[in-house]
């Protein structure tokens, strides 16, 4: 079975600065797939790179079989990949339901607005009773909710997510981690970076750990919580 995601050697950077250095990495259809390690890792820039809003430096990217070198940022939606930035990137000026009609914008999508619009509603129902609410008023967590919906509006092959739960309080964390386990139950394909390990690793099957820009350990989610590595560093164990 050829993954759905695969990188390969992929090394990227800003400038001058490098990043990532030789990263290879898969996520197959049906799975959910973590990034985790500490700030500064190196985790952002991954998924900036497999959104194409930075070009590797070595290496390649393929979804689907097909390489990414040569697509155009904006089309990358088109295929199947819709990020959840970190910190949301919501209008904060429209509604709740504006905010959702901007993830079915691509004239693909649009038929299915509808559609889509209920089963996000029907996966998150606070969503529904904020539709007419400006985003911008909203708690963290409804805020995050509605920038997960607005990604899945355009009935994306792939959810990348980065960093869920930052900036969320505790109580919250736990909530965006059941939507997570909703998500999966949907059949979403999920890539994850996220720095809360023990409950990340709790949601997903695989997961790759990245320190200063290299993989240093990958396997299923049991086996790197079960690592003693892991849980001195990640878990405070």
């Known amino acids: 079975m050829s993954a ?3 990188l390969k050697n992929v090394s ?6 490098q990043a990532l250095f030789d990263v290879t990495l898969s996520v197959n259809a049906g799975e959910a797939v973590a990034v985790i390690g500490p700030n500064g890792a190196g985790k952002t820039t991954l998924l900036r790179a497999i959104s194409k809003l930075i070009n590797v430096k070595s290496g390649d990217i393929a979804f689907e079989g097909r390489s990414l070198a ?8 088109e295929l199947g990949l819709s990020q959840v930035p970190e910190h949301r990137r919501l209008f904060p000026r429209l509604t709740v339901e504006e905010n959702l009609r901007m993830g079915a914008y691509m004239e693909a999508a649009r038929p299915k607005f509808a559609q889509r619009l209920e089963m996000v509603y029907a996966l998150f129902p606070r969503m529904k009773e904020r539709r007419h609410q400006m985003a ?27 960093e869920p739960s930052a900036g969320l309080a505790p109580v919250i964390v736990q909530s965006i981690f059941d939507l997570m386990r909703k998500i999966r139950a949907e059949g979403y394909t999920v890539m994850i970076v996220e720095q809360n390990v023990r409950q990340v690793l709790k949601v ?3 997961a790759y750990l990245l320190e200063v820009g290299r ?23």
Do not use: W
């Not at 990227?12 to 600065?17: I, L, N, S, V």
């Not at 040569?70 to 939606?77: F, G, K, Y």
């Not at 990958?218 to 878990?235: C, F, H, P």
């Open 204 to 206: 997903v099957d695989r």
């Open 70 to 77: 040569t697509v155009e940022p904006h089309r990358i939606i």
């Open 12 to 17: 990227a950077g800003y400038g001058t600065f």
């Open 4 to 6: 759905m995601l695969e």
């Open 136 to 162: 911008g008023t909203m708690s963290g967590g409804e805020q995050q909710m509605c920038a997960i919906g607005r990604a899945l509006m355009s009935g994306p092959k792939l959810l990348l997510l980065d």
């Open 215 to 237: 993989i240093k350990a990958s396997g299923s989610a049991a086996e790197l919580l079960a690592s003693d590595e892991i849980q001195k560093a990640y878990v405070g164990l």
